[in-house]
């Protein structure tokens, strides 16, 4: 009998290798494809777009005064007034601690009232006024309850100072600084890790005592 030799000079255990890669290489391809299907066209056009959406959110409009300046922004609707301040507007000295509106970092004050930024968002606050702890200060002249919190050692590593001084010009504004208990209990959404508590109260009893204008 005759030995039947391949053309191409190979051996037929070699060519049944070659036929499953070839045919590995071809379920890869298919696979790949068919996966390219499901992929929405607006993900495959991105290209070199820095974001790509996430979902049906589309970006909505609004204006904010911030710090006295007008703002124009475009925004995710899902982007919280904290995150906007800190990541749109570079204004990072609202503290981010909990991100669940239990430790007081990120109170601001909204149209004069003290808000939690992280459980605020920021498309709902459209046309308000929005101050932070970058706004406090008049030129290069400290706000009061600052140079309070300085003079009565109000903080120590300072990441919930922000907060705490915010709360605390709330606090005088609002007419709960009549005595130690009531500016404490007023002053209970802000926690200080550090333990800075009885030199906060101090520093707002002062600013109250001293009928200084916050």
Do not use: W
């Not at 391949?6 to 696979?31: A, C, M, Y």
């Amino acid at each position: 009998m005759f030995e039947e030799k391949p053309l191409n000079g190979e051996t037929p255990e070699n060519d049944d290798v070659g036929h499953q890669e070839d045919r590995r290489f071809f379920l890869k391809q298919s696979i790949a494809l068919a996966g390219l299907t499901f992929v929405p066209g607006g993900f495959l056009q991105a290209g070199e777009q820095d974001e790509v959406p996430v979902g049906n959110a589309e970006k909505v409009k609004l204006t904010l005064t911030i710090n006295g300046a007008k703002r124009r922004l475009t925004i995710d609707p899902r982007v919280t007034l904290l995150d906007l301040l800190r990541e749109k507007s570079g204004l990072t000295g609202t503290k981010k601690g909990c991100d669940f509106g239990q430790c007081g970092a990120c109170t601001v004050h909204v149209d004069g009232q003290r808000v939690l930024s992280c459980l605020t968002f920021a498309v709902m606050q459209h046309g308000r006024k929005v101050i932070t702890i970058e706004g406090l200060a008049s030129n290069e002249q400290l706000h009061p309850m600052q140079e309070a919190f300085i003079k009565h050692d109000g903080f120590q590593c300072g990441y919930c100072t922000p907060g705490q001084i915010m709360s605390a010009v709330s606090c005088i504004r609002e007419g709960r600084a009549n005595s130690e208990t009531e500016i404490q209990e007023y002053m209970s959404g802000n926690l200080c890790r550090c333990g800075a508590y009885p030199n906060i109260v101090n520093a707002i009893m002062e600013v109250k005592t001293n009928g200084q204008k916050v």
